[in-house]
């Protein structure tokens, strides 16, 4: 996307979890997409993208957003022995340096998501409240990702 003569980078993720609303006569249906790890692994590969287009003088800056209304994305469990550990996005996590999934990760759980990830930036993962439906609340993460920023890197 082009604005201002600026050249801006837009990655995009959203994940839900089963819900059925009908707001203002008109009805939704979301599904439940599950795997929650290969979701993780794929919005900090957008990150990695977006800095790769960055330092290839592609666009001048980018944003990788995140909005589900599954809570396991934003939810810290306490739990540190997962698969995907490197891979959680709970509300004040920081993300930086080589991800990888654990050893013990089978390759059906991949599913095509190899790894490294490897980010030259840092990004405290913040999430805000988008809306609520039905006793289901829905959040967002924007992360951006500016050019030339080699310090700490926080989402909004």
């Not at 439940?32 to 692994?41: L, V, Y």
């Not at 550990?85 to 599913?111: C, Q």
């Amino acid at each position: 996307m082009r604005a201002g003569g600026r050249r801006t980078g837009i990655e995009l993720k959203y994940k839900t979890t089963d819900l059925g609303a009908t707001i203002g006569g008109e009805v939704y249906e979301l599904r439940n997409h599950s795997a929650q790890d290969t979701g993780r692994f794929a919005f900090l590969a957008d990150l990695m993208r977006l800095e790769g287009l960055l330092e290839a003088g592609r666009i001048d800056h980018g944003f990788a957003l995140f909005l589900t209304n599954d809570a396991s994305y934003w939810r810290d469990t306490g739990r540190r022995d997962r698969t995907d550990e490197d891979f959680r996005l709970h509300e004040g996590r920081l993300v930086h340096g080589a991800l990888s999934w654990d050893e013990r990760t089978a390759d059906t759980t991949r599913g095509g998501h190899e790894g490294p990830i490897i980010l030259s930036g840092s990004y405290t993962i913040r999430w805000q409240r988008y809306s609520a439906v039905n006793g289901s609340e829905c959040r967002y993460a924007l992360v951006e990702v500016p050019a030339g920023a080699e310090s700490q890197r926080a989402s909004r």
